[in-house]
Antibody, heavy 120, light 106 residues
């Protein structure tokens, strides 16, 4: 079964740092690009970051550029999101999502999400 | 960035109704348009990719159409499980962008 499991969310003060992880299973991890997508409480979906299957290409939303770093570890079949200089507006549920090149880059598998709350 | 505009933002329908949701892109995205369903408290789920292709396992009552800038998601015969918010997404260019969502109430 294809599965994505996020972890690492929690309550953090403004200006703090947090590292999210997304453990994958059930598919050939090295063949797929991955994304992070977030959803603020009661709001819509916002793409955050993308990493190619090789890890050589990474893109970020302007709202997180310079503060967030996405990475992947083929030995662990996992992707990560290192978040620093966190702001109240970063409060959201963070989902990792698999990018399927053969489906016009649709996000065909999603994790259950991990909640990040930035508050003093 | 490509702006995605969905309408309506919410709708109420009855079981068995035919429901249509529209999505408009600020520039052409050809057929790089995907639809997702997010049930309350759940992660989004891919329904339609490439504007009209049904994702494996998705009921055939969901259909997608359109190309360029105008797209439609249609639910033929609304079911109780279809209570959800629906999002369109363009994957034509980076950054990928989502529509604001359409909440379907039954």
């Amino acid at each position: 079964e294809v599965q994505l499991v996020e972890a690492g969310g929690g309550l953090i003060q403004p200006g703090g740092s947090l590292r999210l992880s997304c453990a994958t299973s059930g598919f050939t991890f090295s063949s797929y690009a991955m994304n992070w997508v977030r959803q603020a409480p009661g709001k819509g979906l916002e793409w955050v970051a993308y990493i190619s299957s090789s890890g050589h290409t990474i893109y970020y939303a302007d709202s997180v550029k310079g503060r967030f770093t996405m990475s992947r570890d083929s030995a662990e079949n996992s992707v990560y999101l290192q978040m620093s200089s966190l702001r109240v507006e970063d409060t959201a549920t963070y989902y990792c999502a698999r990018d399927d090149y053969y489906s016009h880059d649709a996000f065909d598998v999603w994790g259950q999400g991990t909640m990040v709350t930035v508050s003093s | 960035d490509i702006q995605m505009t969905q309408s309506p933002s919410s709708l109420s329908a009855s079981i068995g109704d035919r429901v249509s949701i529209t999505c408009r892109a600020s520039v052409s995205v050809t057929t790089f348009l995907n639809w997702y369903q997010q049930s309350p408290g759940k992660a989004p789920k891919l329904l339609i990719y490439a504007a009209s292709r049904l994702q494996s396992g998705v009921p055939s009552r969901f259909t997608g159409s359109g190309s360029g800038t105008d797209f439609t998601l249609t639910i033929n015969g609304l079911q109780p499980d279809d209570l959800a918010t629906y999002y369109c997404q363009q994957s034509s260019s980076t950054p990928t962008t989502f529509g604001g969502g359409t909440k379907v109430e039954i």
